[in-house]
């Protein structure tokens, strides 16, 4: 499916990080907002799609085509890694340790 705003209208070719220059200027209150609405829009984009191993439409800068299985797991991947990178920050400044 098409991406969707504001992310479509991004130039990644002037920008490779557009969407986290875009997201500097969002308070934070707008940033959870759309977090959460890009969450509900992923949703409903896998419970439409019939096959989580049918390829994409679009290919990646390689010229591959992924699936959404490939797609899914990435994106567990990075959230962990993201989270990971929290717990370091949190234990850096003298916050609680996770066990």
């Not at 829009?41 to 679009?58: F, M, N, Q, W």
């Not at 990646?60 to 797609?71: D, K, M, P, Y």
Request: proline share 5%; glycine share 6%.
């Amino acid at each position: 499916e098409p991406e969707s705003e504001p992310y479509a209208s991004l130039d990644f070719a002037a920008d490779p990080d557009a969407e986290m220059t875009l997201a500097k200027t969002w308070t934070r209150e707008e940033l959870l907002q759309r977090f959460n609405t890009m969450a509900v829009d992923s949703r409903s984009r896998i419970d439409r799609t019939p096959s989580v191993d049918a390829p994409t439409v679009g290919t990646n800068a390689s010229g591959e085509r992924r699936n959404l299985r490939w797609i899914l797991v990435h994106l567990i991947e990075e959230y962990a890694r993201h989270c990971g990178h929290a717990d370091l920050i949190r234990e850096a400044i003298g916050g609680d340790v996770a066990h």
